[in-house]
Nanobody, 125 residues
């Protein structure tokens, strides 16, 4: 099993920034790719960003590309999501995800993905 613990959420004004962190523990050798997904109230969970094991490949949803940056520190088994130029529509619970491939992490329906408990991001207008 892999355990994922997110941190860094909070309340911020529109245009502000936050940095989310996700620390992985357990059988981390079984997961190569990590990422972030989010779920807004009364909406389905959606993909936000993903990163490969080496960090050389990153993927973003169109809605966040250019504003969010995903990165990772393998020595710390931690993945980060830097959120900038935040908008009220970015308000959601952000979940860390880990899986064998970026394709798996990007697929919200994938059964083999590990999930964290989520961290709330609220953006006021």
């Amino acid at each position: 099993q892999v355990q994922l613990v997110e941190s860094g959420g909070g309340l911020v004004q529109a245009g502000g920034s936050l940095r989310l962190s996700c620390a992985a523990s357990g059988r981390t050798f079984s997961v190569h790719s990590m990422g972030w997904l989010r779920q807004a109230p009364e909406k389905e969970r959606e993909f936000v960003a993903a990163i490969s094991w080496s960090g050389s490949s990153t993927y973003y949803a169109d809605s966040v590309r250019g504003r969010f940056t995903i990165s990772r520190d393998n020595a710390k088994n931690t993945v980060y999501l830097q959120l900038t130029s935040l908008k009220p529509e970015d308000t959601a619970v952000y979940y860390c995800a880990a899986g064998w491939s970026t394709a798996q992490v990007m697929d919200v329906t994938s059964p083999g993905t590990y999930w964290g408990q989520g961290t709330q991001v609220a953006v006021s207008s």
